[in-house]
């Protein structure tokens, strides 16, 4: 064979190697680009990371992706793990968390999801920037949840989630013991924007209170002396709704301009006074109740029984607790405090901290190997 058509082959081998090269690089890049979530460019809500790892059977190309987002602060971050790791393990479904928090978070968070329960998870870590509310939140010492910006994450959901269609809002204070696709698939009627858990008609709330007054009617949360608030011509004696868990239709809440309609309120209520002085609930609730008022779909009551953490008392069945597909403690009584109900329920789900930042307070209570 002459040195010419040595050349040659070389040659063509050489271009042979480099063309198998770049199409399996070609596609290790396709496969990085269906795993990955687009981040948002939006000055104030940043992805910090996103970890695509997944089991095989959860990102199914046919599956529609779900997402959750529930905000996680220093001092509540082991209830936020629980509440992950209990949606995590009762189904099956494409599930992404958008795990909302403090730049000075992010590192506790990070590690405490590496741990090896968790590993399987698909998540994405979302700094929120508490300029965000600078002139929409009124600094009052006897209203404390109002310092807290990551309670108003939720007023956000098109930002913290722009690709998606619809998305599922929780609070960190729950547990879910239902397949979180049931939840996803709630029907919402056409131009709402999204579905709550109405107070007056809830399971819960006609197991653990009884003639309980305004305390779930809107007069609960607004100031009807108010000529702004009259206005409205809204019912005083509507019933409310909890803002904890929420589906919404994120093309519907973006066509609405809704997270800019709860801004309008926020800021009128710090120039106006417009929230009652003794409010029943939640500082983002009053903002909710004007914007969704007599618009709004509902969920399945059993998607939301709450006033777990409304005393330190047992109101609740165990057959009932059990047949619940979601667990709320709202209130004061958390299950991660020294007295709460229902803590058995809430620690199968508790995964220790790795770091020992975060522990359970208990009275005589010692924990270990929790699920």
Known sequence: ????????????????????????????????????????????????DFIPNAPQQAVDGRQEEIPVVIAASEDRLGGAI????????????????????LNSTADHL???????TLKSIRYKIVNFDTKLLEGKVKKDPDEGESIKPLTFARFYLPI?????????????DVIVQGDILALYNTPLKPGHAAAFSEDCD???????????????????????????IRKLSMKASTCSFNPGVFVANLTEWKK???????????????????????????????????VFYQQ???????????????????????????????????????PWGR???????????????????????RRHVEISNIK
């Open 339 to 361: 007295t709460a109900s229902y803590t058995d329920v809430w620690e199968k789900w508790y995964i220790p901290d790795p770091t020992g930042k975060f522990s359970l307070i």
């Open 296 to 334: 709004h779909s509902t969920i399945d009551p059993m998607w939301n029984v709450r006033h777990l953490g409304s005393s330190a008392g047992k109101r609740y069945s165990p057959q009932f607790v059990k047949a619940a597909k979601l667990l709320h403690w709202n209130g004061h009584f958390k």
């Open 202 to 228: 809830s399971t819960s709330t006609k197991v653990v209170i009884r003639g309980a007054g305004n305390q779930y009617n809107y007069i609960g949360y607004l100031d009807y002396k108010k000529e702004r």
């Open 1 to 48: 064979m002459s040195f010419r058509k040595v050349n040659i082959v070389i040659l063509v081998l050489a271009v042979a190697l480099f063309l198998l090269v770049l199409h399996h690089n070609f596609l290790g890049l396709s496969s990085l680009l269906r795993n990955e979530v687009s981040d948002s460019g939006i000055v104030g809500l940043q992805p910090v």
């Open 82 to 101: 629980a509440a992950i790791n209990s949606i995590q393990h009762n189904t099956r479904s494409n599930v992404i968390f958008y795990i909302v928090t």
């Open 256 to 290: 609405q301009n809704i997270t800019n309609q709860l801004e309008k309120w926020m800021k009128l209520n710090v120039e106006e006074g417009l929230y009652s002085r003794t409010l029943a609930g939640s500082i983002t609730t009053p903002p909710l109740l004007i």
């Open 110 to 116: 990070r590690s405490w999801l590496s741990s090896s």
């Open 160 to 172: 913290l989630v722009p690709g998606a269609k619809k998305a599922i809002y929780m609070d960190d």
